[in-house]
């Protein structure tokens, strides 16, 4: 994945951590169950704002982390629960599908960021807080790679 890397490595070192999340594919099965039970670092939620160039605060709400809580474990170099663990690797997961699909990830990131018709104009990244909004993200991106209407 050549473009992964160069554009990974054009971005903040701090969007490091969660491009290492969406570019490992053997990140899967029981080591990704593992890894969310017990939790990723809570510096992932401003690694994810710096991949997807959004603000800390959209991270914030997708993931249901509030910000004084997302300052107090950076702060502390704690892990984020459970539940926002696999939000974050819901995310990740889907971004690295849409990267995939479009074969770019800077035109990944921004359809992942922009308004859908196909999604009721929300953006696909907005929708990662539930399984069913990533699954219904995953239906476009599948009819947008076998050539269907999106």
Known sequence: MPALKSLAAAKPYKAELFARLVSEESFIGIKA???????????????????FDVPDARIQIIVQVPAST??????????IDSAATER????????????????????????MRMPNHALGDAAPLDLMDT?????????????????GVA
């Open 33 to 51: 169950v593992n890894a969310i039970r017990e939790g990723y670092p809570a510096e992932i939620l401003k690694a994810a704002s710096y991949y």
């Open 70 to 79: 997302a300052s107090r474990l950076q702060k502390k170099h704690a892990k």
């Open 131 to 147: 399984e069913p909004g990533a699954a219904t993200v995953r239906q476009v991106l599948n009819a947008i790679a076998t050539g």
């Open 88 to 111: 974050i690797y819901r995310m990740g997961a889907v971004a690295r599908m849409a990267i995939d699909v479009f074969e770019n990830e800077a035109s990944a990131i921004e359809w």
